[in-house]
């Protein structure tokens, strides 16, 4: 998925969409513009759908999903019943893509899902390419034994070892296999964007 210049992306929703944004540079940078737009007197009340907007675009540059992605996880969300806002997140953490970045294989979302697409991840011992593919509870995610002596994976074992999982996901170091456990939930303080803006914003 192309989506522009990170740096102005990551200026408009906030440095935590993107990884190459979470740093020092970046912050310096976010703070000269913050301060140019004080001098010039840009500021004011937001609008409700501009929240709902910024929301709904955090969110999908987090997972760097689709507009048409997103759009329909929500309306599948929202299909399914009386909790749409753990749906939409499940929905989201339960793809192969985000499983192989929780697990602590790729440093990043955007690398997770190059792997992914380079064939180098199998579920349940079948090679799977498929970035969206929806990771079952009791599915093994582990890396093609081929894969393994590659520069991707080279230092995989020493990253591991300061990767903190979360808690629907179980890894065994050793064999480097990884399963889902249980279904993910969502949990607002370790969330950067608002679900129920992304939710209304769709509903509009």
Do not use: C
Request: glycine letters at 6%; aromatic letters at 8%.
């Amino acid at each position: 998925m192309i989506i522009g210049p990170k740096y102005k992306i990551a200026k408009r929703l906030g440095a935590q969409v993107f990884e190459k944004t979470q740093t020092e540079k970046f912050a310096l940078s976010e703070a000269r513009s913050a301060r140019t737009k004080t001098r010039r007197g840009r500021g004011g009340m937001m609008s409700d759908y501009k929240k709902q907007l910024i929301e709904k675009q955090r969110m999908r540059f987090s997972y760097g999903i689709s507009e048409k992605q997103l759009s329909k996880y929500v309306e599948e969300a929202f299909e399914k019943g009386h909790q749409p806002i753990a749906d939409l997140i499940a929905r989201l953490e339960s793809r192969l893509d985000n499983v192989v970045y929780r697990l602590g294989f790729a440093k990043t979302r955007r690398l997770a899902r190059q792997i992914v697409s380079h064939g180098h991840i199998f579920v349940n011992g079948k090679r799977l390419n498929i970035a969206s593919h929806a990771v079952k509870v009791g599915d093994k995610i582990s890396i093609r034994e081929n894969s393994k002596p590659s520069a991707l994976f080279v230092t995989l074992s020493e990253t591991l070892s300061d990767h903190t999982s979360v808690n629907w996901l179980e890894l065994n170091q050793k064999d480097l296999i990884g399963e889902k456990k249980s279904e993910p939930t969502y949990e607002p303080s370790e969330t950067f964007f608002d679900p129920q803006q992304v939710l209304e914003y769709y509903s509009r």
